[in-house]
């Protein structure tokens, strides 16, 4: 006697359809496996949209014609989504339909940064204290800085350098800070995949 029946198909047979909308337009919208492929989707949707929503102003309400194709491309660049995911976004934004729209507004740019140090702030396990994100478009810099101590939070700032730093050889650089403080250059680098 069989008490359970396994799956016809497991969650690791429907990774590809999660980066890929062509894959996932073969689910109907009733299949239990398009349901598993959106509830995941939907993680990577609210991390983009909750953190950025004036990105929603740039596209429809629901951020699809961003999110999906966005998706894809991150697909085949084979991009790891860790602290840097906004960053790619806005990477992705320049060189899509959206890039007039994107690029007539810096917020977009602001907002991008300060997420994705806020997610390193977030993330990072690592002895440095902060990081400085550069990009080639403006000198301004962003800074995402950890817990200085439990009774503080962490703190994102956006500064104008009196004197700029070189620019960024891609369009956006990072370098992390092994102290409170912004006293050191060491040279950008590049985002990782």
């Keep these: ?113 300060a997420a994705s140090a806020a997610r390193w702030a977030i993330l990072d396990r690592g002895r440095s204290c902060g990081i400085v994100i550069g990009c080639a478009d403006t000198a301004d810099l962003v800074i995402g800085w950890k817990c200085r101590n439990v009774r503080l939070g962490r703190e994102i700032e956006l500064i104008e350098p009196e004197e700029p730093l070189p620019a960024p050889s891609d369009l956006f650089g990072y370098f992390t800070l092994p102290s409170f403080e912004l006293d050191t250059f060491p040279g950008w680098q590049s985002l990782a995949r």
């Design 1 to 113: 006697m069989t008490l359970l029946s396994l799956p016809s198909r497991t969650d690791r047979d429907l990774y590809p359809a999660l980066m890929s909308p062509q894959l996932n337009a073969k689910y109907p919208a009733d299949d239990k496996a398009f349901v598993r492929i959106d509830v995941s989707l939907r993680i990577y949707w609210h991390t983009l949209f909750d953190i950025c929503p004036e990105l929603l102003e740039l596209s429809s309400p629901d951020g699809m014609s961003i999110f999906r194709p966005f998706m894809a491309w991150a697909e085949e660049k084979k991009l790891a989504f860790d602290w840097s995911y906004y960053l790619w976004v806005y990477v992705w934004l320049r060189q899509s339909p959206f890039k007039e729209r994107l690029l007539s507004d810096d917020k977009y740019l602001r907002s991008t940064m």
